[in-house]
Nanobody
Framework: QLQLVESGGGLVQAGGSLRLSCAASGRSFSSYAMGWFRQAPGKGRTFVAANNWSGDSTSYADSVKGRFTISRDNAKKTLYLQMNSLKPEDTAVYYC???????????????WGQGTQVTVSS
């Protein structure tokens, strides 16, 4: 079992930055690929970014490429999402997830956090 807890969300003006964290507890964090997904009001959950177990392979949604950076610290069992140049359309609940392989598909992730709200004002 793996438990995931996100933090770092909040209210920020357009153009600002936030760093989300996802703290893991339980076994074998370093053996999982990790991903970030988001869900805006009235919409489905969409892929944001993911990395493999070591963090040296990453994938991003086109909408966040060049603005967001995913990283992980396996010693601290923590996943990060650095979000720069935020836009109002980035407003959503952000979830971290753990799965067996790097993927942009939410169905491939077995463990999920409870989410953290990010609101970007214009």
């Amino acid at each position: 079992q793996l438990q995931l807890v996100e933090s770092g969300g909040g209210l920020v003006q357009a153009g600002g930055s936030l760093r989300l964290s996802c703290a893991a507890s339980g076994r074998s964090f370093s053996s999982y690929a990790m991903g970030w997904f988001r869900q805006a009001p009235g919409k489905g959950r969409t892929f944001v970014a993911a990395n493999n177990w070591s963090g040296d392979s990453t994938s991003y949604a086109d909408s966040v490429k060049g603005r967001f950076t995913i990283s992980r610290d396996n010693a601290k069992k923590t996943l990060y999402l650095q979000m720069n140049s935020l836009k109002p359309e980035d407003t959503a609940v952000y979830y971290c997830a753990a799965g067996p392989r790097l993927s942009g598909y939410s169905d491939e992730y077995a463990y999920w956090g409870q989410g953290t709200q990010v609101t970007v004002s214009s």
